[in-house]
């Protein structure tokens, strides 16, 4: 992806606030997207996903939010817990739906 | 299920020397394969996707490169490491059709190069 070289941002939060972590997306054609949470030392993991017909969905403390206006997406996550301390990527599925697109990731702080 | 496995997790490789890296997939069949290079606190550089045997497609050229021997195996290689090429090494499989376009990683390998 266009990030590979950053530096990950970091958002730090305090145990039990609710978190909100952004990505903008670059193809206003693409029709599905995914979170994923990498702890450290370890590989990317599914959260959740959602495909273009909705704006919003929700699993178990998490909610995707999809604003295909301004091609942002969002992933907010209730009750921080420090469980919830990694690195947090959104994807976007290309056209022909056989690869991933991946944002630069954004690095998440729990303070007990 | 399905389940993703790679080898070794950690590597130090001296400067020059060769790379093998393995991963395997279990629990699936005809699965589009992929290998990611991740800097330490960087994001995910995809470097080769698959979506066959002996079909492999890179993103970025480099001293890199893969193969696909057989369904479920993918394998990285390099003739000569360079000290550029320390990183998280993350294999990942997706199936094909319908079901198509979540990514599943495996655990990575860390390699070091000296």
């Known amino acids: 992806g266009e990030s590979v070289g950053l530096h990950l941002p970091t958002l730090s939060v305090q145990e039990g606030d609710n978190s909100i972590i952004n990505c903008a997306y670059s193809?206003?054609?693409?029709?599905?997207f995914i979170w994923y949470k990498q702890e450290s030392g370890k590989g990317p993991q599914f959260i959740i996903d959602?495909?273009?017909?909705?704006d919003k969905r929700q699993g178990q403390r998490v909610t995707v939010l999809l604003n295909k206006t301004v091609k942002h997406l969002s992933l907010q996550i209730a009750a921080t817990q420090p469980g919830d301390s990694a690195v947090y990527f959104c994807?976007?599925?290309?056209?022909?739906?056989?690869?991933?697109?991946f944002g630069g990731g954004t690095r998440l702080m729990v303070k007990p | 299920s399905q389940t993703i496995h790679q080898w070794p997790a950690t590597l130090v490789q001296p400067v020059g020397s060769p790379l093998s890296l393995e991963c395997t997939v279990e629990?699936?069949?005809?699965?589009?394969l992929y290998w990611y290079r991740q800097a330490a606190g960087r994001g995910l550089q995809l470097l080769f996707y698959s979506v066959g045997i002996g079909q492999i497609s890179s993103e970025v050229p480099q001293n890199l490169s893969a193969s696909r021997p057989q369904d479920r195996q993918f394998i990285l290689s390099s003739k000569k490491l360079l000290l550029s090429d320390s990183g998280f090494y993350l294999c990942?499989?997706?199936?094909?059709?319908?079901?198509?376009?979540?990514?599943?990683f495996g655990p990575g390998t860390r390699l070091t190069v000296l």
């Open positions: 959602i495909r273009s017909n909705m």
């Open positions: 193809n206003s054609a693409s029709d599905y």
């Open positions: 994807a976007e599925l290309n056209n022909a739906g056989n690869m991933l697109t």
């Open positions: 990942a499989w997706s199936p094909k059709g319908l079901a198509g376009g979540v990514e599943f």
């Open positions: 629990g699936t069949s005809n699965p589009n």
